[in-house]
Nanobody
Framework: QVQLVESGGGLVQPGGSLRLSCAASGSIFSINVMGWYRQAPGKEREFVAS?????MYADSVKGLFTISRDNAKNTVYLQMNSLKPEDTAVYYCNARALLTDATMYTSWGQGTQVTVSS
C-alpha cells in the first residue's frame, strides 16, 4: 500500500504564502499522478492541482498556486501564493501508484489545515 504524509499547513494572513509537502512511502514501484484537493467547512472536496508529466490546476488557483514533484523522493509540493480567505480549507494529498505487486493503488493523506485570516 501507499502512505501519504502531509506537512506545511498553518495560519497565514491574506496575501501571504504557504508551501505544502506530501511524501509517499510504501510498496511503490512508481507513482503515476500526485495531486492536491481541498475541503472547506460545509463544502464538498474539490480538486486543486495535479501533476504527472505536466501540471493541471483548478481555475480558481491558476497563476497563484504551483504544484511540483520530486520523483526521487516520491514527494509533491504545493506552493500557494497570494492566499485569500476563501482558500481556507483542509488540504488533502492524493496519489495513484503502481505497487511492487503490479497492482494500482490510490491513496489519500490525512489532511493539513490551511487558514487564511487576518
Amino acid at each position: 500500500q501507499v502512505q501519504l504524509v502531509e506537512s506545511g499547513g498553518g495560519l497565514v494572513q491574506p496575501g501571504g504564502s504557504l508551501r505544502l509537502s506530501c511524501a509517499a512511502s510504501g510498496s511503490i514501484f512508481s507513482i503515476n499522478v500526485m495531486g492536491w484537493y481541498r475541503q472547506a467547512p460545509g463544502k464538498e472536496r474539490e480538486f486543486v492541482a495535479s501533476i504527472t508529466s505536466g501540471a493541471m490546476y483548478a481555475d480558481s488557483v491558476k497563476g497563484l498556486f504551483t504544484i511540483s514533484r520530486d520523483n526521487a523522493k516520491n514527494t509533491v509540493y504545493l506552493q500557494m501564493n497570494s492566499l485569500k480567505p476563501e482558500d481556507t480549507a483542509v488540504y488533502y494529498c492524493n496519489a495513484r501508484a503502481l505497487l511492487t505487486d503490479a497492482t494500482m493503488y490510490t491513496s489519500w493523506g490525512q489532511g493539513t489545515q490551511v487558514t487564511v485570516s487576518s
